[in-house]
C-alpha cells in the first residue's frame, strides 16, 4: 500500500506548492513510511505543471521510490497489488513491471487492456509524456483510495491523492469514482483553459448495448458533482475497459428457495451444526461447497504469500514471545467470514509464524468518572454507566474490574470462542488473540487527530462507527495472553485481511431479509448487485484509507476477481436460504464451507455488524441513524487550525 499525489495546474500563477499541503504529505508518508520522493515536471511552452508525490510501503521485491520516470520522461504512481492477470516474478516489483508494460504501449486501446487484465487491488496516476496526458483511476471493486479535488476557476489546478488534508474553504474533495479510468489531455485544457475528463468505464463487453444508457446515468451523477467548469465526457469512439469479473447470474429456479429437498428435523428448533451436516449430505451442495473452498483458498494463499518474509527478522516489540514475528493479521470477530479466512491463511503461512487476530472492543463507561474528576456527568455519561452496570454483574469500585467486564463485548466473546476452534484446528499454530480495549477518552482524542482526515469525504454516524473501529483494530496494539497473563503486544504484521464483501454477495445483512420477503428472489438479486456495485464508496475507499494509515496494506479476500466470479455465477439460490432461520440461511454456503474446514459453532454464528460486535456504536451514539451526517466527525477548516 502506498501514498500517492499529483497537483496539476494549468496556466497558474500560483506556485504549484501551494496546493499540496504539508498535512497532506504527512498523512501520505504514514501511509508510504519507507520511501518518499517528489517529481515536478514543468512544460512552460504548453503552460501546464504537475508535481508527483510517491510515498511507499515496501511489501515485495526490493523497494521502488516513486514516482518511476523512465527515458521517455513518462511518470508513474502506483498504489496496487497485482495478484494475477499479468505476470510478476516473485523478485520484482509490481510497480516496475506494470510502468513497464504502460510505456509499451502504443494506442488508448492498449492501456485499457492492460488495466483490464490486472487482477488486485489499484489505484495509479500515469503521465505519458508524448501525449500530454494525465491518466488515473481505480480498480473494478475500487480496493484502493482515490480522490480528487478541483481548484477554482481562477486557478486552474486539480489534485489527485491517497488521503485528503484539511478541506480548504470552498473546494470540496471527493472520492474518484471507481467506475473506469479517466484521461485528461493536459496539451488541450491548457490550450482552451478549459478543463476536460475522458472517461473509459468498465463494461462485461465493449459491445454490449443495454449498458450505454447506464453510462450516460454514471456520466450525469458523476458530471452533478463536479464544479462547473470541470467537465465530463465520453470517449466518442466509446473505447472501454472489460470488467474482471461475470455479471451476476440471477436465475430463479422454482425447485429451489422455498424448502430444502430433504428432512431437516431440527431446523425449526435449535440451529447447529448439525444443520449443516444435513446439508452435506446432499452432493450437490457439498461440491459447491468444495468448489468455493477451493476458490477462496488460492485468494487467501495469493494474499499471504505475496510479500516478502524476511527469516532473520524477529519480534522487537515482545522479544521473548516467539522466534518468529507475525507477517498476517485478520481482523477478527469470531464471526464465520473472519474465521474461514483465518481458517485458510493457516493452510498457507509457514507454521513456525504467528498468526495475529485482531480483536477490537469499545469500553461501556466513561472512564473519566472513576478517576475521580469532578466533570459533571451529561445523560449520555450517566447512560453509558448504567449500560455497563446492567451488563457486568456488579459495579465494581475497583477500576481494573469493573474495566474487563466492560470490555467484553459480543464481539470478544465470540472472538474467544472462535480462537478455542482454530486453536482445535491447528494447536501447533501460534495464534495471537489481540484483545484491544478502546475507552471513549482515547477513541475522542484518536478521532480528532487522525480518525477524521481519512474517513473523510465519507461523513455518516455509520463511516464513524466503522471507520474507528477499524481504524483501532488494524492498529493492532493490545494485550496477548502469555501463560495465563496479559502482555502489551504490537501486531507487526503489514497485511491485514478483512472479511469485507461476503455479506455483500452471500445475503448476510438483515436487509436482505426484508428485501426477500418482500420482493422473493428477484427482489434479492437486485439488492444484490446494487450492493456489489455500490462497495467502492460505502466501503472500500474509506476502509483502505483507515488501514494504509498505519502503514498497513488491507487485502480483501471475497472481492478476489476469480471468488467473486466464481460466486456471481451461481443463482442467489445456491448461495443464501433466506426461508431458513437466521444463524444458517445467510451465507449458507460459506456456512457449509466452515463446516468442511472443521469450523464448528463459529459457523453457525449470525451476522454482528462491527459497530454493534465491538459496541461503538452504543458508545456515543444514542438516538442518531446510521445514515445521519455525524457531528463528531467535523474537520477543522484551515483557520482554526
Ligand atoms: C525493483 O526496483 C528497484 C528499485 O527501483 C530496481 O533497482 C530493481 O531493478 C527492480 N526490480 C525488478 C525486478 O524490476
Ligand atoms: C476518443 O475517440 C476519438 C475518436 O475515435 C479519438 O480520436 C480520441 O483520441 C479518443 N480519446 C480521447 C481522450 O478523446
Ligand atoms: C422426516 O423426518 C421424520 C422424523 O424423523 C420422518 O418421520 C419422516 O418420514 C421424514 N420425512 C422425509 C420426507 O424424509
Ligand atoms: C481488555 O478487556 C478484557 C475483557 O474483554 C479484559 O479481560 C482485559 O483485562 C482488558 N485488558 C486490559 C489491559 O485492560
Ligand atoms: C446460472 O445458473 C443456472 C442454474 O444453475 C445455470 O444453468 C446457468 O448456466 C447459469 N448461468 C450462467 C451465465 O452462469
Known sequence: MCGICCVVTLCSQRAIHDFLSEDILCHLRRRGPDSSQELIKTVSDLSYQCLFSGHVLHMRGLVTPQPLE?????VFLWNGEIFSGVHVGNLENDTEVVFHHLASCSSEMDILSLFSSLQGPWAFIYYEAGSHSLWFGRDYFGRRSLLWQFSNEVDRAFCLSSVSGCSESGSQWQEVPASGIFKIDLKACAATKSLSLTWFPWKYSCREKAVEETCINVLDQVSKDLPNHVHLVLNESKLCLRAPVIPLNKTVSKASGACPSSNFSNINGVVSVETLQEFLAEEHKKNLACQFIDVLNEAVKRRVLCLCRDPDQITREVPSMSHKRAHIAVLFSGGIDSMVLAALADKHVPLEEPIDLLNVAFMMKEQAKHRGTTKRQTGHEVQLHLLCTQESSQDAAADTGT????????????????????????????????EINVTLEELKKMRKERINYLIYPLDTVLDDSIGCAIWFASRGEGFISNQGELKPYKSPAKVVLTGIGADEQLAGYSRHRVCFTKDGLEGLNKELEMELGRISFRNLGRDDRIIGDHGKEARFPFLDEDVVSFLSSLPVSEKADLTLPRGIGEKLILRLAAKELGLTASAVLPKRAVQFGSRIAKLESNSEKASDTCSRLKLPSVDEL
Do not use: M, Q, Y
Not at 70 to 74: E, G, I, L, Q, T
Not at 405 to 432: M, Q, Y
Open 70 to 74: 523512465d527515458a521517455s520522461n513518462n
Open 403 to 434: 474495566h474487563s467486564s466492560c470490555f467484553d463485548v459480543p464481539d470478544r466473546i465470540t472472538g474467544r470462542a472462535g480462537l478455542k476452534e482454530l486453536e482445535a484446528i491447528n494447536p501447533s499454530r501460534t495464534w495471537n488473540f489481540v
